[in-house]
T-cell receptor, first 115, second 115 residues
Framework: AQSVTQLDSQVPVFEEAPVELRCNYS??????LFWYVQYPNQGLQLLLK??????LVKGINGFEAEFNKSQTSFHLRKPSVHISDTAEYFC?????????????FGQGTTLQVKP | ETGVTQSPTHLIKTRGQQVTLRCSSQ?????VSWYQQALGQGPQFIFQ???????GRGNFPPRFSGLQFPNYSSELNVNALELDDSALYLC??????????????FGPGTRLTVL
């Protein structure tokens, strides 16, 4: 079984500052890793995903994440945030074996960008 | 290209009633997954449908059931509603039979309130 822990429930940051949202996972098998963003009253939108290969993954809106297998982490970073980045961010995993592709989500991190 | 749509947007029911939620998948997608997102939590996988058959199920009781139609749209039915069923219900569609590496595209969700 897999599980995901997002280490911060809320992250306040000033506009144009860098930010890191932390995600650790637990799994006995290799996993695929995802970051989704949820704006108020909307569904989830994929920011980026790690399937294999380079451990540094670049996504949309200037976000990137680094897969660290030894630390079982997949932290999300952005060098300079904007007010519009204020949203809920979810880290998720899925297991390559089997064919359901079900996503297992963390509890979410609220990013609050202040002017 | 039309994205994932869900109806209704909001719904209020009383305990013990039954509810049906609807989802239209994105064009070209043959797999639909349903998730329950309680307030302040990450989404939890309910089940997935592929080719009109259930293709994986999370830890939800049998009173949660679903259907997928030949056009790949889907319904989620919940019988004997309980207060804890109050949540945002998210539908996600994907191509390729639910393979784990495929992106799941989420709809805006249906907010269900059980009184």
């Amino acid at each position: 079984a897999q599980s995901v822990t997002q280490l911060d429930s809320q992250v306040p940051v000033f506009e144009e500052a860098p930010v890191e949202l932390r995600c650790n996972y637990s799994s006995s098998v290799s996993v695929y890793l995802f970051w989704y963003v949820q704006y108020p009253n909307q569904g989830l939108q994929l920011l980026l995903k790690y399937l294999s290969g380079s451990t540094l993954v670049k996504g949309i809106n200037g976000f990137e994440a680094e897969f660290n297998k030894s630390q079982t982490s997949f932290h999300l970073r952005k060098p300079s945030v904007h007010i519009s980045d204020t949203a809920e961010y979810f880290c998720a995993v899925s297991a390559p074996s089997g064919n359901t592709g079900k996503l297992i989500f963390g509890q979410g991190t609220t990013l609050q960008v202040k002017p | 290209e039309t994205g994932v749509t869900q109806s209704p947007t909001h719904l209020i029911k009383t305990r013990g009633q039954q509810v049906t939620l609807r989802c239209s998948s994105q064009s070209g997608h043959n797999t639909v997954s349903w998730y329950q997102q309680a307030l302040g939590q990450g989404p939890q996988f309910i089940f997935q449908y592929y080719r009109e058959e259930e293709n994986g199920r999370g830890n939800f009781p049998p009173r949660f059931s679903g259907l997928q139609f030949p056009n790949y749209s889907s319904e989620l039915n919940v019988n004997a509603l309980e207060l804890d069923d109050s949540a945002l219900y998210l539908c996600a569609s994907s191509p390729g039979g639910g393979a784990s590496y495929n992106e799941q595209f989420f709809g805006p969700g249906t907010r269900l309130t059980v009184l």
